[in-house]
């Protein structure tokens, strides 16, 4: 009895393209090692350039001129910002899931401002200097704008439009108090002067230690919302039908963006642009799925964030350029550059 033979494979049969998935996770992959090249560029570049030699003896040896410059000056400093520029990404990425508005950012619900206005208060009305002081009022203030702006835009009932117009009035009206402040108040002024633009210099292992339980905490919160906030992003009428709870998870996602912009600009200062900028980038690679943009901002807005500390340090040697400065350089004509898209596609 003759069995017939499976066909043998024809020669020319072309190998099947690789899956969206795939190649989303490759290229979460590649932002890794770009995130990991950046990193060590930031502990070696500086006032003093450093060789990858010099810097392995200073990470690893406890005493000498390489371990004072790398984990005295530079190591803290890095991983500020790698935490400070994750907040920042995965925050925006929420605000703009949220608001379903693509240009969105964490400034735009008024987080920042209270942040500001609540240091403000702090070293001129309570004598706050240190940094470990008035990061905890930097916290409280960007919380507490938060949960007023969750307030007026209708608690449970909250809509896009209604927190975004919240949280621009606020904004406005604690940016006018702190500038009235310091107009006022030329001490206050002059401690101001840095933590307004948004700098990862004073970075010390108290401050890493002080933020890095909310971090976490708002990171895990953001991260376990991708599903409910792909439901929101499609629209109310579309997210009660596929069974999501729009009040739950609009206060989730405030809660996250609060706690993420909160610690990180109490430790950083106002940093802008980052989360509107990385996000936005990350969406036309990803697509709208939220379970991708945050994992990929995560990794790829301290990329931004530290490049940008990494220039400020060598454009203005022996001096530096702040990295608030840097970004918002940066941010102007990128975002100039996304409302001219997004006008030309509407048209």
């Known amino acids: ?15 099947a393209p690789p899956t969206r998935r795939a190649i989303r ?19 070696a570049i500086g006032a003093k350039g450093l060789s990858p030699a010099q810097v392995w003896h200073g990470l690893f040896h406890d005493s000498g001129t390489y371990a ?43 987080i920042n ?6 240091v403000v208060t702090a070293m001129t009305y309570f004598g706050v200097t240190s940094l470990s002081g008035y990061v905890w009022f930097a916290f409280l203030g960007a919380a ?29 009206a604690l940016y006018g108090y702190l500038q009235a402040v310091m107009i006022m108040d030329d001490a206050a002024l002059g401690k101001m002067r840095f933590w307004t633009v948004g700098s990862l210099a004073s970075a010390t292992d108290a401050t890493i230690r002080q933020v890095l339980p909310f971090l976490l905490a708002g990171t895990v919160l953001a ?11 499609m629209g109310d009428d579309t997210a009660r039908a596929l069974g999501a709870h729009l009040g ?14 909160g610690a990180a600009t109490a430790a950083c200062g106002p940093i802008v642009f980052v989360g509107l900028m990385v996000p936005h980038a990350v969406r036309s690679f990803t697509g709208p799925d939220l379970r991708w943009i945050l994992p990929y901002a995560t990794v790829l807005s301290p990329v931004l964030l530290l490049g940008a500390d990494v220039v400020g340090r060598v454009v203005a040697r022996p001096a ?10 940066i941010g102007g004509p990128v975002f100039i550059l996304l409302v001219r898209r997004r006008r030309t596609a509407q048209l």
Do not use: H, K, Y
């Open 1 to 15: 009895m003759l069995v017939d033979s499976p066909p043998e494979p024809r020669a020319d049969t072309a190998p």
């Open 25 to 43: 996770s490759l290229g979460l992959l590649v932002s890794v090692v770009i995130l990991a090249s950046v990193t060590l560029a930031s502990i």
């Open 68 to 110: 004072d410059v790398v984990v005295g000056d530079r190591l803290s400093r890095t991983v500020l910002g790698l935490l400070a520029g994750a907040a920042l990404g995965l925050a925006g990425a929420v605000l703009q899931a949220l608001t379903r508005n693509p240009l969105a950012d964490p400034g735009l619900l008024g």
């Open 113 to 118: 401002a209270g942040a500001s206005a609540a």
């Open 144 to 172: 507490a704008v938060g949960a007023l702006v969750w307030f007026l835009g209708g608690s449970r009932g909250a809509t896009p439009v209604r927190l975004a117009l919240a949280g621009t009035a606020i904004s406005a």
């Open 223 to 233: 991260l376990a919302l991708a599903r409910p906030l792909n439901a929101v992003a």
């Open 248 to 261: 739950r998870t609009r206060a989730l996602s405030m809660a996250a963006a609060t706690v993420l912009c």
């Open 320 to 329: 530096e350029l702040q990295v608030g400065i840097v970004t918002a350089l």
